[in-house]
């Protein structure tokens, strides 16, 4: 995905499922480092970031179920801001 400088992104990704208690939602992390984490969380497939700067960004995310087990990190996409 590409955007201007101070724009923010619309991100969607497919949503995971849980056969056993269901997912609660996502953990997002959106920056450089390639083994990035954040406590960022959205209840839905989708965020909107935050105005980004220049540069390129790693999308990566982690599902977690309603009785609080995580997935690995994976990422998902890239951001390029110019």
């Not at 965020?47 to 609080?68: C, F, I, M, N, S």
Request: glycine share 10%; proline share 6%.
């Amino acid at each position: 995905m590409i955007v201007g400088p101070g724009s923010q992104a619309v991100l969607n990704w497919q949503p995971s499922s849980d056969a056993h208690s269901g997912i609660a939602g996502y953990r997002i992390y959106v920056g450089a480092d390639v083994n990035g984490k954040s406590d960022w969380f959205s209840a839905e497939p989708f965020v909107k970031t935050p105005p980004l700067e220049a540069g390129r960004y790693l999308v990566r995310l982690q599902a977690l179920d309603q009785t609080g087990n995580s997935s690995d990190w994976v990422t998902v996409g890239t951001i390029v801001v110019e």
